[in-house]
């Protein structure tokens, strides 16, 4: 089981950028997949992007490519989701999540509120 903590996220207005943590740790990442999804108030949780910790396969949600940006750091077994051009619609708790690839995230974070007003 991975451990996953959360940090980054707030308030912002539209158009401006956030940057998103999460902290890894309990086994190794090799063969895994990290990544975020995000609920807004009322629906239901929806992905957002995710990598591969092996062969950095990156893939993202239509509704956030060209202004989310996934990465890895290997050193400190962190993913980060660094968010540009919010927009109000982007408004969700954020969800950290891992799991082995081609198989269902196993291990989720606490959530992180981001806020972006109009």
């Known amino acids: 089981q991975v451990q996953l903590v959360e940090s980054g996220g707030g308030l912002v207005q539209a158009g401006g950028s956030l940057r998103l943590s999460c902290a890894a740790s309990?086994?190794?990442?090799?063969?895994?997949?990290m990544g975020w999804f995000r609920q807004a108030p009322g629906k239901e949780r929806e992905f957002v992007a995710s990598i591969n910790w092996s062969d950095g396969n990156i893939y993202y949600a239509d509704s956030v490519k060209g202004r989310f940006y996934i990465s890895r750091d290997n050193a400190k077994n962190t993913v980060n989701l660094q968010m540009n051009s919010l927009k109000p619609e982007d408004t969700a708790i954020y969800y950290c999540t891992a799991g082995p690839v081609g198989s269902r995230w196993s291990s989720w974070g606490q959530g992180t509120q981001v806020t972006v007003s109009s």
């Open positions: 309990g086994r190794t990442l090799s063969g895994y997949r």
